[in-house]
């Protein structure tokens, strides 16, 4: 019972551990994922290409001068080479900027063409592929945003579990390079399952007091945001569901939220 109950918990923790224990694959992983972030939604589905919108006359002024400036000033950090470029603009005569707004235009009429065709090669079905990745790609951003500002509010640190204690223990007293991970793991959930009950209740309870302490920080911590307005860091199951009552005939309806007390 106790060898299922670690294999369990460690399907549970199995991408922490790796985190932990496979630093080089994760790197890798990392700058895969960020290589294929880099990537056209059109790109990510195997569609074609779709037509780049015109430079705008500033863009495509910059588009030339970039390259110029970088050239004569190659100590000159590129945030101080827009601004060379932002200033050279401003003295920019009024006939040259005419003439790179007609380019402009033109351009724009040769790219609402090129979309219009390329937008009836696509079919329904990858329009919703894209649809759908494009909500993919926004609710993604907004929880890393989230989880950004969350780590700027300082949110308190959930403590670790006993199990993960036990796992990250056993980390810095072996070599894990010189075997498989899969086997490391077997052995360190072996051992974890001979542990006496007496042993294993020390560490709980020592996580158990953590937890305590995690509830009430993270309560105050949660309370204080609610406060400050910053309803979208806080967790929902913390959160009690809006009250709404209405007093008296034509009178505004009133709302509260308030924060559980752990």
């Known amino acids: 019972m106790a060898i299922t109950f670690c294999k369990n918990r460690a ?7 790796r985190g932990l224990l496979q630093c080089t694959q994760q790197t890798v992983s990392v700058a895969c994922s960020y290589a ?3 990537k056209s939604l059109e790109d990510r589905l195997g569609l074609p290409p779709k037509p780049k919108k015109p430079l705008t006359p500033y863009f495509r002024f910059m588009k030339e001068m970039r390259p110029i400036l970088i050239k004569e000033n ?25 003439k790179l707004q007609d380019l402009y235009k033109r351009d724009q009429i040769t790219y609402i063409e090129q979309r219009a065709k390329y937008d009836s090669k696509i079919t329904e ?20 945003a989230v989880r950004k500002r969350i780590k700027e509010l300082g949110r308190p640190k959930k403590p670790a579990s006993a199990f993960l204690k036990f796992i990250v223990a056993e980390r810095a007293k072996t070599n894990v390079d010189k075997q498989s991970y899969k086997e490391w793991h077997r052995k360190v959930c072996e051992k974890w399952a001979r542990l006496s009950e007496d042993e ?25 945001m609610v406060r400050m307005g910053n309803i979208d860091v806080v967790r929902q199951e913390a959160m009690i569901e809006p009250s709404i009552s209405q007093k008296g005939k034509g009178s505004k309806l009133t709302s509260s939220v308030t924060v559980k007390k752990e």
């Open 125 to 144: 079905d990858q329009k919703r592929d894209l649809q759908k990745l494009r909500h993919e790609i926004a609710v993604a951003k907004e929880r890393r």
């Open 200 to 224: 294993k209740e020390e560490m709980k309870k020592q996580c158990k007091k953590e937890m305590e302490e995690y509830k009430q920080q993270i309560s105050k911590w949660e309370e204080k």
């Open 36 to 38: 294929a972030s880099s």
């Open 11 to 17: 399907g549970t923790l199995l991408i922490m551990c």
């Open 74 to 98: 190659p100590t000159v950090p590129l945030t101080d080479v827009v601004k060379m470029i932002a200033k050279k603009w401003e003295s920019v005569d009024e006939v040259e900027k005419a």
